[in-house]
């Protein structure tokens, strides 16, 4: 566990680097590496037949991928905005978005991984399919709301799993992603997909609805985990732990 | 004459692309395809896919690979305009409302993200590692353009060579590497891949100053947005930089602009004049010019054909641009 937890932390210092612009970081916020979808990629990928090295490349890339998704998300349509028109802060924010897209294709072409490109490509157009539907607020219930939210935040990780012909990894990553997204909703431990897209927490039955809806999540979970290959140990650990915290 | 005139003859294969285009952006939801379609629709020159078909047919050309490659430049370029409109705050471009205006800045955030994730996609059907090589790379450069250009936003103390890295980043570049994937799609040698790549870089240099220059002598009608909007948003072009060099106009213009509230297009008229009258449009189009002759002797050792023909024909019309 120590070794997994250090050498996390070695790639996640690569992903800064990568990312790291002087100008930028004088205007906006350095962009957040969410811990839990750095541990996922990285699991996905440990056991796989993959060198060291490829297997960092595949893990930072996707990272940018997720990294500008995030910060183009923090683009809206704001209140704050000045007389001279937009602020700096949602310009750089634009900026930052598209440099951090840039750089997952210069990454990938460097190693000659046209079909890695390709496969992130397809995410992005999915994940862009998908919050348009979402910001729109285009659900008819719940449990359809949930859905769109599920692909929002499981898509670059299934079809990384899809890419390395890891088929049965796709349910629990889809559970495991929404679960994470619920219970951050639920106890308001940072900004969410649902936040993002002015979906309010305060409203009584959509909170209620998620309290079961996060019970009945955390069954299938178990139950998803449990049918897992051993070769995935890490992620069932981890998995376990994160129920058992929800738990309490 | 127009710069469509120069190679009115590639009208099939451009049709083709256009078609392509129309095709790729067809996204699942109406709010993404309407706008892309709208943006699409709303025009431009494609000069990168002529490019792209210009360069293509100096060698073996290979339709299926041309068409894939200038649909993806162009498809970058437009992503790359609807993020500068959010930038911006754009109303208009081209004369039409900009998807910024018409929905909001996060319509505009996932249409330009839908069209280059398009754009990768499409690419990607290409296995040659030198395309993308050389296009991630200058995507890359592009989006570091754009970042320069709002950290130079309002610096007076620029200098004319952070003018030209800025927009060889912003403009050139794009040029140049449709100028290159012609010609590597086509088979050309080492050699002639660089030149076309000069070409490029030469051409879009030039093509930038003159968009410069032109912001300050058109009509808004022949703009499709305000005369002296660059200046209004602090960006500084070759005008500004060679009407500065006059230390009376430097201080006004750092004047008017300590309070950049106050700033608004009609308080620019008096700028405008004042930026032709200092000579500065003539040492523009001068700076140009020199770029220009670069681009038409970079290719003199490239075969007589009907493409380079038009290659130097666009040259010479990129020199005589007036909106």
């Known amino acids: 566990m120590h070794n997994i937890s250090s050498e996390l932390e070695k790639i996640k210092t690569d992903i800064e680097d990568e990312v790291h612009y002087k100008y930028l970081e004088k205007y906006i916020q350095k962009p957040k590496i969410e811990q839990e979808k750095l541990f996922l990629i990285y699991s996905i990928l440990l056991n796989h037949n993959i060198s060291f090295s490829k297997k960092n490349n595949y893990i930072i890339t996707t990272m940018l991928v997720q990294l500008a998704l995030d910060t183009h998300d923090l683009v809206n349509n704001d209140e704050t905005v000045d007389q001279s028109g937009v602020t700096i802060e949602q310009q750089l924010n634009v900026l930052a978005g598209d440099y951090y897209s840039s750089l997952y294709y210069l990454f990938l072409s460097k190693i000659e991984e046209q079909r890695l490109i390709h496969t992130l490509a397809v995410a992005i157009r999915e994940i862009n399919e998908a919050k348009i539907k979402l910001y729109y607020h285009e659900f008819k219930s719940f449990e359809e709301l949930l859905d769109i939210v599920k692909k929002i935040e499981s898509t670059l990780y299934t079809h990384i799993a899809l890419f390395i012909d890891e088929s049965t990894l796709v349910p629990f990553i889809e559970e495991w992603l929404l679960l994470i997204t619920l219970s951050k909703l639920k106890y308001k431990k940072e900004p969410t997909i649902f936040d993002k897209m002015y979906i309010s927490s305060n409203d009584t039955d959509f909170m209620n609805f998620i309290d079961t809806q996060m019970e009945q999540q955390m069954r299938q979970l178990r139950e998803i985990t449990s049918q897992l290959p051993e070769r995935y140990i890490s992620l069932k650990n981890h998995s376990e732990i994160f129920l058992n915290k929800l738990v309490k | ?323």
Not at chain 2, 95 to 117: C, E, F, S, W
């Open chain 2, 1 to 323: 004459m127009k710069l469509a005139k120069t190679y009115s003859y590639l009208k099939k294969e451009l049709h083709i692309i256009e078609k392509a285009l129309g095709t790729v952006i067809q996204a699942e939801h109406p709010v993404l395809r309407t706008a892309s379609t709208q943006l699409l629709k709303a025009g431009g020159k494609r000069i990168r896919p002529v490019f792209v078909l210009l360069t293509g047919k100096l060698g073996h050309f290979n339709v299926e690979q041309i068409k894939t490659i200038a649909v993806s430049l162009e498809l970058i370029h437009m992503a790359t305009l609807v993020h500068d409109d959010v930038i911006d705050d754009a109303e208009l471009r081209r004369g039409h409302p900009t998807i910024k205006h018409q929905y909001d800045n996060r319509v505009a955030m996932y249409t330009g993200d839908y069209m280059l994730a398009r754009a990768l996609e499409s690419i990607t059907s290409i296995k040659d590692p030198a395309i993308h090589n050389s296009l991630s790379k200058a995507l890359v450069e592009v989006c570091i353009g754009e970042i320069e250009q709002m950290k130079y936003k309002y610096d007076w103390n620029q200098n004319l060579r952070t003018y030209l890295r800025r927009i060889k980043r912003k403009t050139a570049l794009l040029i140049a590497t449709s100028c290159q994937l012609g010609a590597l799609s086509a088979g050309l040698n080492q050699s002639e891949v660089r030149k076309l790549y000069k070409y490029g870089y030469y051409i879009g240099m030039s093509y930038q100053i003159i968009d410069d220059i032109l912001d300050f002598t058109s009509t808004p009608k022949e703009l499709g947005k305000p005369a002296g909007n660059d200046l209004c948003q602090g960006n500084i072009t070759l005008p500004v930089l060679f009407a500065m060099r006059d230390e009376t106009f430097k201080k006004q213009l750092k004047n008017l602009f300590e309070d950049k509230d106050k700033i608004t297009l009609n308080n620019m008229d008096y700028y405008i004049e004042k930026i032709k009258d200092l000579g500065a449009i003539e040492a523009s189009y001068y700076v140009s010019e020199l770029y220009l002759n670069k681009a038409l002797n970079i290719i003199q050792d490239i075969p007589e054909s009907t493409s380079k023909r038009t290659l130097e024909n666009i040259a010479h019309y990129i020199g005589k641009r007036r909106s």
